[in-house]
């Protein structure tokens, strides 16, 4: 529960963290922001991360002129290519043995199968698709790799991704983050930043509850 309670909180108060961790550590924050936004994209262990409204935090936060905004998107973009391809290479390596049936302790299959889902339904667009869904974005590359996707095909999509995503985010919080509404009620923007997010995965498993009724 208490490790609930701190994710929840992080995710309601991110722009007091965020504050905080500019406030004590300066330029180290990039550094920090790189961290998670790598770890959020390049490790299937940690899909819990912000990633969406980091961004928009990010960008807000720039807007103040606490962080600069090129310096952002560069890293934030380079931490997103590098997570996936990470992630990718991983999948790769561990192809084999999910093939051979072997279990895998740390991946959930029922993350692995939902994004199955969206490989068969957008083909390779999913790598760019899936950067603005939570938990799809992690396993995407991941699945990627172990689908065999070959790297040549991999990486435009994932580039092109990468750079839509950041872009999209953080300059949506540069530009709005900063509206008095949206200062004001900050938390429950970005509530709803993650709500939205999380959508298109709420109703992929909608779908697919629907599909098995009739087979079972």
């Known amino acids: 529960m208490d490790i609930l309670h701190a994710l929840l909180d992080l995710f309601l108060h991110l ?5 905080e961790v500019i406030l004590r550590y300066g330029g180290w924050t990039y ?4 961290l998670i936004v790598f770890c959020e994209t ?11 409204s980091l961004l928009f935090a990010a960008g807000a936060f720039a ?3 606490s962080l600069d905004l090129a310096t952002v998107m560069l890293v934030l973009f380079v931490a997103a290519v590098v997570g996936d391809n990470v992630n990718y290479l991983v999948g790769r390596t561990l192809a084999p043995r999910l093939v051979a049936g072997r279990r895998l302790r740390f991946v959930k299959q029922e ?3 939902r994004t199955h889902r969206f490989f068969e339904r957008h083909g390779a667009k999913t790598i760019v698709i899936a950067r603005f869904v939570p938990i799809v974005r992690t396993f995407a590359p991941f699945v990627a790799g172990v ?3 070959s790297y040549r095909r991999f990486l435009p999509f994932d580039l092109f991704g990468g750079a839509l995503w950041i872009s999209t985010c953080t300059l949506a919080g540069y530009f709005f983050g900063n509206l008095p509404f949206v200062r004001d009620h900050f938390s429950l ?4 930043i993650v709500l939205i997010s999380i959508l298109p995965g709420v109703v992929e498993i909608i779908r697919a509850r629907r599909a098995a009724a009739p087979a079972a």
Not at 42 to 52: A, E, H, R, S, W
């Open 15 to 19: 722009d007091k963290h965020l504050a």
């Open 31 to 34: 550094l920090i922001l790189f």
């Open 42 to 52: 390049g490790l299937v262990v940690t899909p819990f991360l912000p990633g969406d």
């Open 63 to 65: 807007a103040k002129g």
């Open 111 to 113: 993350h692995l199968v």
């Open 147 to 149: 689908g065999t996707m």
């Open 189 to 192: 923007v970005v509530l709803g």
